[in-house]
């Protein structure tokens, strides 16, 4: 395959939310009292559409039983001024202070945010020490680590600009930033392309001891030439998922793929997909994973507000539940809640 320049890379931009689309695909919730940990949202002022403590309340109150949520890096409230390392800082700062609304009871027994994962430049090796103290500072105990995107490939431009130069995770000035994160207790959320699996392998084989968990699946991707090429990309991605998988310090997790690199296109149909149909479609990735790695090491994800543009909060839940329907109620806790709970050393739900 040839490599394209970055000009001839196409976009491939996460669908707007279309609330009325939403609302004509309604279902009964499944299991309703199953206690949920959501490991994977975003909150921001408006990309296009706001999404903040409102709107994560709205969508957890739709009837699963979701007790509490780990905010994931996005690029929001970042500081505008001072030392540019320290910028990323003003994410923590935001995300606590929405955590600490939480905290006060008004929504009831749901926490928003008593996790945070924010963004530090592990391209600034050993001096991203000053940062991540800065973070710790300002999550008030709610900081759990970073995530650094590595997302790269030459055929499709990167869903959130910049992106990340290719090979991020094998430089060596990266490495040595990544490497000051184990002695914080700090976590690392990897996302990357499923072409650059074999990077996340290197790192890992180098760093054993740091707990890492792989983002949205670790992103098969399902446009632009891999569209017609879907069963070579599952066998590639399936090979990678279980050779990853012997990296005993690593976590997965099970979601994400309602972003429009995945290629399942429900944003393109008359009605959203209905639980029943992103189960089907989703489950060869979830039984491959939770194969390889064991319910004690994955975790379902929403990755809200990002797949809302394919469907709603009850129907993917829904789905995920609908996956998980032969699994015992200790695999089940294992996946819906203890397994965030032990990565990121939260308070238990249940």
């Given at each position: ?14 669908p ?7 609302l ?22 408006a ?29 929001s ?13 003003g ?9 600490a ?13 008593p ?33 650094h ?5 030459p ?15 094998r ?13 914080y ?7 990357l ?21 792989l ?16 069963q ?22 099970l ?96």
């Amino acid at each position: 395959m040839t490599t394209s320049t970055d000009g001839d890379r196409k976009p491939y931009h996460h669908p707007r939310v279309r609330p009325d689309w939403l609302l004509r695909q309604r279902e009964d919730i499944i299991d309703p009292d199953q206690p949920i940990i959501d490991p994977h949202h975003h909150l921001w002022h408006a990309r296009p559409d706001r999404y903040l403590l409102e709107e994560l309340v709205a969508d957890v109150r739709t009837g699963h039983n979701v007790l509490s949520t780990v905010f994931i890096q996005c690029g929001s409230a970042y500081r505008t001024d001072g030392p540019e390392a320290l910028r990323p800082v003003g994410e923590t700062e935001f995300v606590a202070a929405i955590a600490a609304e939480s905290e006060t009871g008004a929504y009831g027994a749901f926490r928003a945010c008593p996790g945070i994962v924010s963004h530090a430049d592990c391209l600034l090796a050993e001096g991203i020490d000053v940062v991540l103290e800065a973070h710790i500072q300002a999550g008030g105990g709610r900081f759990k680590g970073i995530r650094h995107n590595g997302t790269h490939d030459p055929h499709i431009a990167p869903t959130a600009p910049p992106g990340a130069p290719p090979g991020l995770y094998r430089d060596s000035a990266f490495r040595r930033g990544f490497a000051c994160l184990h002695k914080y207790g700090l976590t690392f959320e990897a996302w990357l392309y499923h072409p650059q699996l074999a990077d996340l392998s290197a790192l890992l084989r180098d760093h054993q001891d740091q707990k890492v968990v792989l983002n949205h699946f670790g992103g098969p991707l399902g446009v632009g030439p891999y569209a017609a090429r879907k069963q070579e990309v599952f066998e590639h991605w399936r090979a990678s998922i279980r050779e990853l998988a012997k990296n005993p310090n690593l976590f997965i997790k099970l979601g994400g793929l309602g972003m429009n690199v995945n290629g399942f296109g429900y944003h393109h149909q008359v009605l959203p997909p209905s639980s029943g149909e992103m189960a089907q479609a989703w489950r060869p990735f979830m039984e491959t994973a939770i194969e390889a790695f064991g319910t004690d090491r994955c975790m379902f994800e929403s990755n809200f507000p990002v797949d809302k543009g394919m469907c709603s909060y009850p129907t993917l839940w829904n789905a995920f539940k609908r996956i998980a329907a032969a699994c015992s109620a200790d695999e089940k806790a294992d996946l819906f809640h203890r397994t965030a709970e032990r990565f990121y050393t939260l308070p238990p739900v249940a």
